[in-house]
């Protein structure tokens, strides 16, 4: 990595320097959603189905009213009066605010009730008798695409069946023939279950309808403000909400990571209820609601071959998956793109045919599958690649470093079109990857495998070598429900030389308010600590399409840089006109322009900006400012090499991981320390579904792991001591050589922590285990090979 | 059901309120008493989020009653900093990069302050099993370990305790 | 996340609050730590409307050695068991146990009164008492009485505890010496129940276990005495034969539901594993003495 440009005073790219953001939060001044309270404010309470399909008889309200301080209870029937009882999804499907004939998935909203207090709008919602009569419950994806499955979508009038979409790419013949003619195939069933993000701050908002003003303000858990705002002057349009009156604001998040990206019902039903009564409302959901309706991510039933000849070049891949939606189509996924970037899965590899294919079905579930740092299903197509590639090199009896080396794309082949169309910007394979096995000793753990093999002892070693795709992305291939995926900043420069810039993105703890100051000062000079950064609120915020996918730096990153740049390139006439030279007579360095040869005649920023105001030339506009809108060329392509090291008890099945190594390369840097808090949630995230977390369902649809009882996050007793370090490979397009790096390691590391279990347990003859790896599928598996302590 | 008139000291202030049996503890530092530095995460007592000290004691809020903080000394997130000072578990996650969208944060830092009340040089595995009833979804635990470690070496130097 | 709305006592004294669970009968439950009651308020799965909290009373916060017994205040609190000197050197199977009850958040509210009393299988300390032999005192109405603690947990949730009934102390005999035990638990994350837990407390004479008591956790509606395990190790001197089988006979004894925890299978056979290892443990402890 290069020193940085400038130095820690201005703080550009590659200082580690404290966040800005920090002094609320270490002082409890954060100002979440649940923090907000308004005059008037009165709280809304969700009665939940505990059926997973069923019709609603009745709902009856009387004892309910009769509750001190319950003021209303909305139903579907209530809305509907306002078309408002549907809306779409970000998938344009549909979907219910609340029901007006059935429910179709355990803990769906059934109805509302509006109290004076908390207390009281909880003993409201138990007091709503709801009846219901069951209905015959999809539960299996399989058997809902089966002919003389019950149809799920009665509301969709020509639907005879639960498919709902079909979407593939690739070249089905080429792949055919190419594992046709492999000398080797390897073949796999995987289940990636359902997971669920869990932040540590639920789901919420305050919708506040002013009336006198016509306007509706609704602070609220969103990481993108801007399309809810959209979708919100849409969808109720009709009811006289117009874009112009109407204010998201994100205040501060306490975690996003997807989960707040869809429209929940809640937020709906909140911002009805304030137009209707005229005051403020406000909804924050359980635990229980948030694990039980919230989007959910995952839950692929996969099929994966992987061809190759006998030296191990891979030949061919070939997938066909199916995917578990829940009721509707809500995966707020790039519209192109139902199965979001999981075409990705030719991975780090140079496979030259592949193809993928993604067919969706209805069950009774709630809606979602791509809420848990997946960068739009990656972690899937990762997850995918690197297990089979695994289960190659132990058909191939070849070391899977070995077998990886020999297959990564060489690092002179970029930009790099893979067989599933995408170009990769830039990557060094290798080098990730000898740095993981220096830093880990992979020789040598190999040989203690070894040894400890002949005693019995269960050690394994697991790699990941994985490449992300991020940055969503170019307006040729990318939007969502139309709104083309470019994202932007607004930076404006006071007399006094400090500054303000505005992006259309949201953090939820990346550190921006840090991090899109450090690429001001990097391209402007100004201090970090000068440059004040704002996202969240649309009356202010450039239209951007928020924060998911690790797309902020790849995206509103880089509009911040070609902003500045465009402030830089009026700065340099003001300079010019100041210095009294020509502009070609001038150089830049960080924070000044000087003429050449005559370095002490020179003008800072600072004095630039304040003759903006005080000085400028005549035929010039005053003023320092300038906004883009960023249409990325392409995707970005962070990468890296995750090395997991397993000791098993053979009595009980419990993995313990020794050591995690992770080598991420995001390209350019802009915070170091920023980059690997990113790097160690994400890990935490990639362990957790890997050995701990998973939402199933019986076969009535009753959720398994819908409370922190029995949803397993990790503590720090059960989160290793994380070992990480970087390589760089600046991204070529982007206006900082910077790629992202939020989602990487939670796509990263799952397969790690699977091969290893696998590699433990190999010379048992285990080839593949479905994740979570709990200590029960480990022993059970321990003793059907009669290797588990007697 | 009846009320009672409780009176509960937070972070030095006596504090009289009357309140319902029912009402939780964290729910009378919020919403009654306006300290909202302290926060809710779950339901089934499980992520800590809520965590405050009681009687210097660190527990979880949300699983405590109000009426059973009659008469009791309370401290929040709020009651670290001092005459505009820091505490040093306050600057160890700052400086040591120690929370990211900081939700787990108040609670995680009064847990924190408590064990080196107890612990001043508490060794990597004690400060995990102290902190393993607050849960953070950000921050994978590592750079909250060395704020903590911040803290103690801090402390030891002789900052304020 | 909000409990329905009851009535809240804190009596001074025992007798106020005896008298108090008399007048309210069904409707009343003791509080105590309240780290298992009110949970189950807060989903409202418990009904209780009114609240008898017997934290106000004092003197029943103590651990002391007297007249041949280990006494425990019923409202001790977990960390005070952890934290104690006295416990870690001399009763290291119940620093085990205090140690791995929920999280460090939870055990600085519950009481190892309300751990038993609770009557449910998956807490950590019944087992342990089980294997150390313990007895419950109980007051109510009646006055005091003393309970076994084989003959204390009756069924799931139900205890011995006479509806009036409040917990006052927990005797263990003073173990004598060549003791030791150890109490192991399975679990899938910190703050989890158990998947399977065992306590075994065991005295080594010349090499012979005399006395051995043997208590699992989470596997059946009551914790479960494995009384042929322990019959089986008595009067012997253990090898890996004899305690391979004891194991075996006090999974037998289990009754574990499946759950998410685990197959009936998996959970008997972690009892049979857990169970063979805190024996090991507990000899081990006990040759040190």
Redesign the interface.
């Known amino acids: 990595m290069t020193a940085p440009r400038t130095t820690a005073d201005i703080g550009g790219m590659g200082h580690s320097m ?2 800005k ?10 100002r ?1 959603v ?2 907000i ?1 308004l005059p008037g404010m009165v709280y809304l309470d969700i009665v939940r189905s505990p059926f997973a399909h069923a019709k609603i008889t009745s709902i009856d309200t009387e004892a309910a009213l009769k509750i001190p301080g319950v003021l209303a209870v909305i139903t579907g029937k209530t809305l509907e009066q306002y078309n408002l009882h549907w809306m779409p999804t970000l998938m344009s499907d549909t979907q219910m605010v609340l029901p007006t004939e059935k429910v179709m998935y355990q803990a769906q909203e059934v109805a509302a009730v509006i109290a004076t207090d ?2 009281a709008a ?2 409201g919602v ?1 007091a709503v008798q709801v009846d219901y009569d069951p209905l015959p419950v999809v539960v299996d994806p399989f058997k809902a695409l089966e002919p003389g499955a019950p149809v799920l979508r009665t509301d969709k009038k020509d639907k005879k069946d639960n498919h709902i979409f079909h979407w593939e790419v690739g070249d089905r013949e080429g792949t055919d023939k190419a594992l046709k003619g492999s000398d080797v195939v390897v073949k796999q069933d995987i289940y990636i279950p359902r997971i669920h ?6 789901c919420g908002c305050v919708a506040d309808f002013d009336r006198a003003m016509g306007k509706l303000t609704v602070y609220m858990t969103t990481q993108a403000p801007h399309a809810i705002r959209t979708v919100f002057a849409l969808v109720a349009g009709h009811v006289g909400l117009s874009e112009e009156r109407i204010r998201i604001v994100s205040p ?4 996003g ?1 997807g989960g707040k990206v869809p429209v929940y019902p809640g937020y709906v039903i909140a911002v009805a209820a304030s137009v209707v009564l005229g005051k403020p409302v406000k909804w924050i959901e ?3 609601e948030n694990l039980q309706a919230d989007s959910f991510a995952r839950d692929y039933h996969i099929s994966v071959e992987l061809g190759a000849k006998k030296d191990g070049t891979m030949t061919g891949l070939r997938i066909k998956t199916l995917a578990d939606h829940g009721y509707t189509d809500a995966a707020a996924n790039p519209s192109k793109f139902p199965a979001g970037l999981f075409s990705i899965c030719t991975g780090s590899y140079d496979v030259k045919h592949a193809f993928a294919e993604v067919d969706a079905a209805y069950t009774n579930k709630p809606p979602g599958g791509i809420a848990y740092r997946c960068s739009f299903r990656v972690t899937e197509a990762v997850h995918t690649i690197e297990r089979i590639t695994d289960m190659l090199a132990q058909e191939l009896k070849m070391d899977p470093a070995q077998l990886r080396l020999k297959n990564f794309i060489p690092p002179e082949k970029f930009p790099y079109k893979s067989a599933l169309g995408w170009e990769y910007d830039s990557g060094n394979y290798p080098a990730a990857l000898k740095k993981a096995m220096d830093i880990v000793g992979y020789d040598a753990l190999r040989k203690e495998q070894a040894e400890k093999r002949k005693k019995g002892e269960l050690m394994g070693i697991g790699i990941s070598s994985f490449t992300e795709i991020v940055g969503a992305g170019p307006s040729k291939q990318f939007d969502i429900l139309g709104l083309k995926m470019f994202d932007s900043c607004e930076i404006r420069v006071h007399p006094t030389g400090k500054a303000i810039a505005r992006f259309g993105t949201k953090s ?4 921006h308010e840090t991090t899109y100051a450090q690429i001001v000062a990097e391209e402007l000079g100004i201090p970090a600590a000068h440059v004040q950064v704002e996202e969240g609120d649309t009356d202010t915020a450039p239209y951007g399409l928020g924060t998911y996918a690790s797309r902020s730096t790849p995206v509103a990153g880089a509009a911040g840089a070609m902003a500045a740049r465009k402030i830089r390139d009026k700065a340099k006439k003001l300079a010019a006109h100041l210095l009294e030279v020509s502009e070609n007579d001038l150089e830049w360095e960080p924070g000044k322009f000087f003429v050449k040869g005559a370095p002490q005649k020179a003008k800072t920023i600072q004095e630039i900006a304040f003759a903006a105001y005080t000085n400028h030339p005549q035929g010039m506009e005053a003023g320092l400012e300038a906004v883009s809108y960023y249409d990325p060329p392409n995707l970005t392509f962070p990468f890296g090499s995750y090395i997991c090291v397993v000791d098993i008890d053979r ?2 099945g ?1 993995v313990k991981i020794r050591r995690f190594v992770a080598v991420d390369d995001c390209g350019n840097i802009i915070n170091p ?2 980059v ?2 990113q ?7 990639g362990i957790a579904p890997a050995l ?1 977390e998973e939402i199933s369902y019986d076969e009535n649809g009753n959720v ?2 819908g ?4 949803y ?8 290793p ?2 070992e990480t370090d970087k390589t760089v490979t600046p991204s070529p397009h982007h206006p900082l050589g910077a790629k992202g790096v939020g989602e990487s390691a939670t796509v990263g590391a799952p397969p790690a922590v699977a091969n290893a279990v696998v590699d433990a347990l190999a010379h048992l003859g285990v080839r593949h285990i479905d994740i979570p790896i ?3 599928k480990v ?2 598996i321990l ?1 059907e090979k009669g290797a ?3 | 059901m009846a009320t009672h008139t409780i009176t509960v000291t937070v972070n030095g202030t006596a504090h009289e309120a009357n309140v319902d049996s029912r009402l939780l503890l964290v729910h009378l530092l919020r919403d009654v008493l306006r300290l909202t530095g302290t926060h809710i995460g779950c339901d089934t007592t499980h992520c800590g989020a809520c965590t405050v000290l009681l009687d210097g004691e660190p527990v979880k809020s949300c699983t405590v009653l109000a009426v059973q903080a009659d008469g009791s000394q309370i401290m929040t997130v709020e009651g670290l900093e001092r005459n505009g000072t820091l505490h040093p578990v306050q600057e160890g996650f700052w400086q040591e990069h120690g929370l990211q969208c900081g939700y787990c944060t108040p609670g995680m830092m009064m847990t924190s302050y408590a064990l080196l009340q107890r612990v001043p040089r508490p060794t990597e595995q004690e400060i995990r099993q102290a902190i393993s009833g607050n849960l953070c979804r950000c921050t994978g635990y590592l750079n909250i370990v060395k704020a903590i470690q911040y803290a103690a070496a801090k402390q030891a130097e002789g900052g304020a305790s | 996340m909000i409990p329905a709305p009851f009535d809240y006592h804190a009596p001074a004294t025992l007798d106020e609050a005896i008298a108090l669970l008399e007048r309210h009968g069904d409707a009343a439950k003791v509080l105590s730590g309240g780290q298992s009651l009110l949970p189950l308020m807060k989903l409202r799965l418990g009904f209780a409307t009114h609240l008898v909290d017997i934290g106000r009373i004092p003197k029943l916060e103590y651990i002391e050695e007297r007249d041949g017994f280990l006494r425990i205040g019923g409202s001790t609190r977990e960390s005070a068991l952890e934290r104690s000197e006295l416990i870690s050197s001399k009763y290291p199977i119940l620093h085990d146990t205090a140690v791995v009850i929920a999280d460090p958040l939870v055990r600085n509210r519950a009481t190892v009164g309300g751990n038993l009393a609770h009557g449910d299988p998956a807490n950590d300390h019944p087992a342990t008492m089980l294997a150390l032999g313990a007895q419950v005192v109980a007051r109510g109405r009646k006055g005091e009485r003393v309970i076994a603690i084989e003959d204390f947990f009756q069924g799931l949730f139900t205890t011995a505890l006479l509806p009036e009934e409040i917990l006052t102390e927990i005797r263990i005999p003073i173990p004598p010496a060549g003791s030791g035990g150890a109490y192991l638990k399975l679990e899938r994350k910190v703050g989890d129940f158990a998947t399977a837990g065992a306590a075994v407390q065991l005295t080594l004479k010349k090499g012979v276990i005399e006395q051995i008591g043997i208590g699992v956790t989470n596997a059946g509606p009551t914790p479960v005495k494995a009384k042929e395990a322990e019959r089986r190790l008595r009067g012997m001197k253990p090898d890996d034969a004899a305690i391979a089988e004891a194991a075996k006979l006090a999974a037998a004894a289990t009754s574990p539901s499946a759950d998410r925890r685990g197959s009936e299978a998996y959970k008997r056979a972690m009892a049979r594993v857990l169970v063979a290892r805190a024996v090991r443990a507990a000899l081990s402890r006990a040759g040190g003495n």
């Open positions: 404290k966040r953001e920090d002094p609320r939060f270490i002082r409890g001044q954060g979440y649940d923090d309270v908390r207390y909880a003993d138990e993000v869990a932040s540590i701050e639920t501060d998040i306490g975690g990571f359980d635990r229980m939820q703890g990346q550190g009595g009980t419990e320390m920023i690997d808090g790097i160690h949630g994400g890990l935490t995230m701990y398994q792991g409370s922190f009882m029995d397993l996050v990790p503590t720090a007793v059960e989160t001591r994380w709990t200590p029960e022993w059970n003793s588990a302590e007697p």
